[in-house]
């Protein structure tokens, strides 16, 4: 597909628009491998600002914004599409049916939760024995993912099969300066992608993608990287938090990140050592730009970008990510005014970016 616009001028912004169509990929189903309904949303919102895309033979939403220049850097943007969840992998009598996760699901958050089963949303539960019939000792266990079953009422064996994905049944919902949803890891990096892709700047070309299988192991990255072989790429993610107070009081010196700190550039996390030039490079930008900015603290974890950055000679990378809490279970917790900060930090830095900056000096390591 190839459309002509003209340029845009004015900046991108988080408002009323962006924050309803948040809530719309939230509410979305997109478990691994099952991303379409989610890349649907974001053909229906780019289709008049970008000059091709194209679906890879994985999945993943490929989109080209030409440059306005001469011999412009060829900067990748990457979010992933798809969220953890639950698969169905048979059924019982009764419309109940057993499942196994995918993705790093939290199995102790399972117990209870409303589900949504299928391409056509089906409400279920994960059921749960009551308390009042356990003993002592069994409310000290985490129940095995084998014990747990999805009920979706009787009369209802017919309606659910294997391969079926499964997501929480959380709505999205805005609570003063805080949003609120499932799915917030990633569909606040594809929602900040979809408004870089509408005003993209004219000194790069731009190779946005909307990737498929990052919570499994990166693997539309992977692919499309290796298609695309960009000079340098930039992920936009969120990440944990774990900012919460200790229990005692004392103070909490394991937090990844910290809500309301502004985005977080990371350093190295389990698949990558970031490409310190970049790190350097979005860091100025947050300062000279008044931006406030914080380091992702290493440790476990990974983006898109731990398979980006081992593509063909190699390609620079970055990960700039919104934080927020309960990463990976039910609902999410993010600040609005981090998400807004993390979009102006890309913009400006995407503004500022020449091939310059991937020249290396010793100065620069």
């Known amino acids: 597909m190839t459309i002509i616009k003209e340029t845009q001028t004015n900046k991108p912004a988080i408002g009323r628009s962006q924050i309803a169509l948040l809530e719309k990929l939230s509410n979305a189903s997109g478990v691994s491998g099952d991303e379409g309904e989610v890349r649907a949303i974001i053909l229906e919102e780019i289709k008049s600002h970008v000059d091709e895309t194209k679906i890879d033979a994985l999945g993943n939403l490929l989109v080209l914004r030409k440059a306005r220049m001469d011999n412009p850097l060829r900067v990748m943007l990457a979010a992933h599409m798809d969220e953890v969840g639950?698969?169905?992998?048979?059924?019982?009598?009764?419309?109940?049916?057993?499942?196994?996760?995918?993705?790093?699901?939290?199995?102790?958050?399972?117990?209870?939760?409303?589900?949504?089963?299928?391409?056509?949303?089906?409400?279920?539960?994960?059921?749960?024995?009551?308390?009042?019939?356990?003993?002592?000792?069994?409310?000290?266990?985490?129940?095995?993912?084998?014990?747990?079953?999805?009920?979706?009422?009787?009369?209802?064996?017919?309606?659910?099969?294997?391969?079926?994905?499964?997501?929480?049944?959380?709505?999205?919902?805005?609570?003063?300066?805080?949003?609120?949803?499932?799915?917030?890891?990633?569909?606040?990096?594809?929602?900040?992608?979809?408004?870089?892709?509408?005003?993209?700047?004219?000194?790069?070309?731009?190779?946005?993608?909307?990737?498929?299988?990052?919570?499994?192991?990166?693997?539309?990255?992977?692919?499309?990287?290796?298609?695309?072989?960009?000079?340098?790429?930039?992920?936009?993610?969120?990440?944990?938090?774990?900012?919460?107070?200790?229990?005692?009081?004392?103070?909490?010196?394991?937090?990844?990140?910290?809500?309301?700190?502004?985005?977080?550039?990371?350093?190295?996390?389990?698949?990558?050592?970031?490409?310190?030039?970049?790190?350097?490079?979005f860091a100025e930008i947050g300062i000279s730009n008044k931006i406030p900015y914080q380091i992702r603290q290493p440790g476990g974890g990974g983006t898109d970008a731990g398979q980006i950055h081992r593509q063909r000679s190699g390609i620079p990378s970055v990960a700039i990510s919104v934080p927020h809490r309960n990463t990976h279970s039910a609902i999410s917790i993010a600040r609005l005014a981090d998400w807004k900060n993390t979009l102006g930090l890309v913009y400006n830095g995407l503004l500022k970016l020449e091939p310059a900056l991937l020249k290396h000096t010793d100065s620069q390591y």
């Open 86 to 281: 639950l698969m169905i992998v048979a059924g019982d009598d009764g419309g109940i049916f057993e499942f196994e996760r995918v993705g790093s699901v939290d199995i102790r958050q399972l117990v209870g939760k409303q589900v949504l089963v299928g391409k056509n949303h089906i409400p279920g539960v994960i059921g749960a024995r009551p308390i009042h019939l356990l003993e002592e000792e069994d409310m000290k266990k985490t129940i095995p993912i084998d014990n747990l079953r999805i009920d979706l009422g009787l009369n209802s064996s017919d309606k659910a099969k294997p391969g079926d994905r499964v997501v929480f049944g959380t709505r999205f919902s805005q609570v003063g300066p805080s949003l609120f949803g499932k799915a917030l890891d990633n569909r606040m990096g594809v929602t900040t992608l979809i408004e870089l892709v509408k005003h993209a700047p004219a000194n790069i070309e731009m190779l946005a993608v909307f990737t498929v299988q990052e919570e499994i192991g990166g693997r539309g990255a992977r692919v499309s990287a290796y298609g695309y072989n960009p000079d340098l790429a930039i992920v936009l993610d969120t990440t944990p938090a774990n900012d919460l107070p200790t229990w005692d009081d004392t103070e909490n010196a394991h937090y990844n990140t910290v809500l309301g700190k502004g985005p977080a550039i990371y350093i190295a996390d389990k698949g990558t050592i970031y490409d310190r030039r970049l790190i350097n490079f």
